[in-house]
Structures are given as structure tokens and as C-alpha cells.
């Protein structure tokens, strides 16, 4: 099995949703990377551009990718950035 790996931004529309965005972040990847499978999970805010966050997933397969998913969906961090664009990039799903 390979590794499925996510780039890309989170692309907010305004520095009060970006600044819940920062605000919500350490607890989501503190929950992220403590998911089996879950290899790696970066996430940095732009200096250039404070509304975009840059991504960095790497899982150790689809189930684990998948799982990921579904956790964060019901989580608080799902439900507060639902409607935040994304400009993800996915390889080995």
C-alpha cells in the first residue's frame, strides 16, 4: 500500500475567520497526529498572506486517510471550517 499525501492551502475570507482558524489549529493537530496511520500533519499560516494556510498531510494508507476524514467531520474543527475553501491536492487515494 502506498501513503496518501494532501498539499495544498485553506484559503480564508477574512482575518476574523482566520484568526479562529489559528485559534482552533493546535487541538486539531494535536488530534491528527496522535490517529493511527497518520505519518505526518503540518499546517502553517502565511506570513505573505495571513488568510491562506498552507497543508501537509501524510497518512500511511486509504483507511488511515479515510478514517481521518470521518473523525474530522464531527469534530469541532469540521464543523467551525466546513464552508473555508480548500485547495487541496490528494496522491495515492
Given at each position: 500500500?502506498?501513503?496518501?499525501?494532501?498539499?495544498?492551502?485553506?484559503?480564508?475570507?477574512?482575518?476574523?475567520?482566520?484568526?479562529?482558524?489559528?485559534?482552533?489549529?493546535?487541538?486539531?493537530?494535536?488530534?491528527?497526529?496522535?490517529?493511527?496511520?497518520?505519518?505526518?500533519?503540518?499546517?502553517?499560516?502565511?506570513?505573505?498572506?495571513?488568510?491562506?494556510?498552507?497543508?501537509?498531510?501524510?497518512f500511511?494508507?486509504?483507511?488511515?486517510?479515510?478514517?481521518?476524514?470521518?473523525?474530522?467531520?464531527?469534530?469541532?474543527?469540521?464543523?467551525?471550517?466546513r464552508?473555508?475553501?480548500?485547495?487541496?491536492?490528494?496522491?495515492?487515494?
Amino acid at each position: 500500500m502506498s501513503n496518501v499525501i494532501l498539499t495544498g492551502f485553506l484559503v480564508c475570507r477574512s482575518l476574523e475567520e482566520a484568526d479562529r482558524v489559528s485559534h482552533l489549529l493546535p487541538d486539531h493537530i494535536r488530534l491528527t497526529r496522535a490517529e493511527p496511520g497518520c505519518l505526518s500533519f503540518e499546517v502553517f499560516r502565511s506570513m505573505a498572506d495571513p488568510l491562506r494556510f498552507a497543508v501537509r498531510e501524510v497518512f500511511r494508507d486509504r483507511a488511515a486517510f479515510k478514517a481521518h476524514q470521518v473523525r474530522v467531520q464531527c469534530s469541532i474543527w469540521g464543523r467551525a471550517t466546513r464552508c473555508i475553501p480548500r485547495d487541496y491536492r490528494i496522491e495515492g487515494a
